[in-house]
T-cell receptor
Framework: EAQVTQNPRYLITVTGKKLTVTCSQNMNHEYMSWYRQDPGLGLRQIYY???????DKGDVPEGYKVSRKEKRNFPLILESPSPNQTSLYFCASSTLGVNSGANVLTFGAGSRLTVL | GQQLNQSPQSMFIQEGEDVSMNCTSSSIFNTWLWYKQDPGEGPVLLIALYKAGELTSNGRLTAQFGITRKDSFLNISASIPSDVGIYFC??????????FGKGTKLTVNP
């Protein structure tokens, strides 16, 4: 089944304890992206990647890092989490170039992170 | 930056009623997408629109790409309880970036 898989789905951690949220897609998609969803703010893009070894900042990149060493994986790293990073996180992927470059994203099921 | 205004923010309707929501922008878009997010899940694509004026249906759902390329609407006919969730519009302009609306939260009373 074509899908985007995120882990963990739920995590409670403490301020300053480094964590990584993994994301993997099995659709051979070039484009991958991370979003956070907060009440009243909708989906905000954190980082994105156009292809392997190509990453760029989205709208809210502060406090996050990403890497794209392989096409299928795009982990989100919080080096020193803070309470304002408590949120629902979504990974998404797409294949650009089909339908004139339309970016039709497939989303993962989400990772709910709580930082105490 | 580009912004989408999605309305209404929330809707409370009775089962069987029709629903309409829309998104408007000050910028022109080349693609409009509509997603639905069920509670506890990620957004799932409902309808993709690629041309101005395009009207596309998916079961009881119908979406249109506005002629001005600055708006889109989604209609749901004869709502049922499983229609509950958050509906997001998303627009894509001249780059790969998708701009999302803030969502319309739909509640359907049986």
């Amino acid at each position: 089944e074509a899908q985007v898989t995120q882990n963990p789905r739920y995590l409670i951690t403490v301020t300053g304890k480094k964590l990584t949220v993994t994301c993997s897609q099995n659709m051979n998609h070039e484009y991958m992206s991370w979003y956070r969803q907060d009440p009243g703010l909708g989906l905000r893009q954190i980082y994105y990647s156009m292809n392997v070894e190509v990453t760029d900042k989205g709208d809210v990149p502060e406090g996050y890092k990403v890497s794209r060493k392989e096409k299928r994986n795009f982990p989100l790293i919080l080096e020193s989490p803070s309470p304002n990073q408590t949120s629902l996180y979504f990974c998404a992927s797409s294949t650009l170039g089909v339908n004139s470059g339309a970016n039709v994203l497939t989303f993962g099921a989400g990772s709910r992170l709580t930082v105490l | 930056g580009q912004q989408l205004n999605q309305s209404p923010q929330s809707m409370f309707i009775q089962e069987g009623e029709d629903v309409s929501m829309n998104c408007t922008s000050s910028s022109i878009f080349n693609t409009w997408l509509w997603y639905k997010q069920d509670p506890g899940e990620g957004p799932v694509l409902l309808i993709a629109l690629y041309k101005a004026g395009e009207l596309t249906s998916n079961g009881r759902l119908t979406a249109q790409f506005g002629i001005t390329r600055k708006d889109s609407f989604l209609n749901i006919s004869a709502s049922i309880p499983s229609d509950v969730g958050i509906y997001f519009c998303a627009g894509q302009g001249g780059s790969e970036k998708l701009v999302f609306g803030k969502g319309t939260k739909l509640t359907v009373n049986p």
